[in-house]
Structures are given as C-alpha cells and as structure tokens.
C-alpha cells in the first residue's frame, strides 16, 4: 500500500487515472472512499489522488494535529509522487485543508475547488458536532453520532426517498474518536476571514442550497472573499453532494482555467 512519510506520521493515499495531477481532499470522519464515484467519473481525463487524512482511514499518525499539518500531508504525498502542481478540490474539512493549502503553498496549487465550504464554521454545527464526539470518546454509541452526522449532512430529498423504499442511509464508520476530535480542533482553529483574499489560484465554489450544516450565507461570504471565484449552487443538495451535480461542471472548469490546458 503506499504511504508517504511526513515525520513520524505515514500518509496513506490511492491513485487512479492518468492525465493532470488533481489532488482530492476528504471531509469530517471520511477517508479516500469518499471519492469513489467522483474518480469513477474523472479518471478517464485525470490522475486522481486522494489520501486519508489524520484521524480517518488509514493514515498512521500520533499525538495531536492541526490544519498545517494536514495541509503539509497533501504536499507530502505529491513530493511522493513527484508533482509539483496540481488542481486541489476538497470537500467540507477537506476543502479547509485545500485552502490553507493555496494559501501557505500557492506555488503547488493550479487550480482551487471549494465543495460545502467555508471562511469560519457555523456555530450550530460546531456544538452538535462536538457535543457528539465528545460523547463518542466517552463511549457513547457510535450510531447515534451516526444518525446524527446523516441528518447534518444529507438533504431531505434523500430522507424521504429512502422512507418510500423502507432503506436506510448507511452510517457512518468511526473508528478513531481521539481523531475525530483532533479533525474537529483542527476546524476550530481554521478562520480565513482575513487570508482568504490572498488566494491567487482560479477558485470554483460548490455549495447545496438544501446545506443545514453550512448554510448559503457561508458560501456567499467565501465566494464574496476570493479574488477569482465562480459559483455552482446544486439545487436541492445538502452538505454531502452528488458527484453528479457538480463533477462535470468542475471538470469543465478545469479545462478552462488550468494551466494543463
């Protein structure tokens, strides 16, 4: 399995496809599963690359972690690679990594795709979620967090879907709540408010009008904060987005404003 090696941490990473270097970078509790059926549709045209960040799946790490540090992993695993540029998409916490990420390191970055983003997180959110991890590291059943994350995440649409079928959403898998905390921490101490302006690569925004965990108002702020920013708002879409709400749209982006093209 490949790992690339940052200090005492091994970053655990999948590649898929073959054309321009687009990094993929995972959300809240997620691992590199999470792109599934996103490099399903890209890989024809791209080479995809997706690690697991501190606290989910597979990446070995110890002790306490922050934003830098995850930022630093995604630059670690293209130095594995050999890449010097690639397009950054991310997706919830993953898109606070990608812009932490343009920030620190614009060098790196070709491209910049925002998906459920933010400048600073919803206060809501911030006590749900760490009233439940708190809970979770105390031994608090794992599926409650579960069906809570769900209902923060999805939108109605699907809820209603699978009542009609009589299915349920999967939950969750969440095997490292010390993680988890650490990812959270991490978001608590993310605020671009002031730097987000200072991004200079060509930025695609993607938020869900259906998002209760991240209302409009987040991505209207952010989109607002970019000197180089267009928009997709996924009609109906909660937090969590249907790759094909916004994966051709992304790709035509790229095509556009990378410099690969």
Excluded at 16 to 41: E, I, N, R
Excluded at 64 to 91: C, H, P, Q, S, T
Aim: charged share 25%; hydrophobic share 40%.
């Amino acid at each position: 399995m490949p790992y690339a090696q940052v200090d005492n941490t091994r970053i655990y990473y999948k590649t898929d496809g073959s054309g321009p270097p687009v990094l993929l970078l995972t959300g809240f509790g997620a691992d590199s599963g999470f792109w599934d059926k996103a490099v399903h549709m890209m890989s024809g045209d791209f080479t995809l690359v997706r690690p697991d960040n501190r606290g989910s799946g597979r990446t070995e790490y110890s002790g306490r972690f922050d934003m830098d540090d995850m930022a630093d992993d995604a630059v670690a695993v293209l130095d594995a690679l050999g890449i010097e540029k690639a397009v950054v998409l991310g997706w919830s916490l993953g898109s606070n990594i990608a812009q932490n990420f343009a920030i620190r390191r614009p060098d790196r970055v070709d491209v910049l795709i925002l998906v459920s983003s933010y400048l600073r997180r919803p206060a809501r959110a911030s006590l749900v979620l760490g009233k439940m991890t708190d809970g979770l590291i105390k031994g608090t059943d794992s599926s409650y967090f579960g069906v809570v994350l769900n209902t923060l995440c999805f939108d109605e649409g699907l809820f209603e879907r699978k009542e009609r079928e009589g299915s349920r959403i999967g939950l969750p898998q969440l095997s490292d709540p010390q993680g988890l905390r650490c990812q959270l921490d991490s978001v608590e101490g993310f605020d671009t408010r002031e730097t987000a302006r200072s991004i200079a690569a060509p930025t695609l925004c993607v938020h869900g009008t259906a998002d209760v965990m991240v209302g409009e108002k987040y991505a209207d702020d952010l989109e607002n904060a970019l000197p180089d920013c267009e928009s997709i708002r996924a009609q109906g879409a909660g937090h969590i987005i249907n790759p094909a709400l916004y994966i051709p749209q992304a790709m035509d982006f790229i095509r556009r404003r990378s410099a690969f093209f």
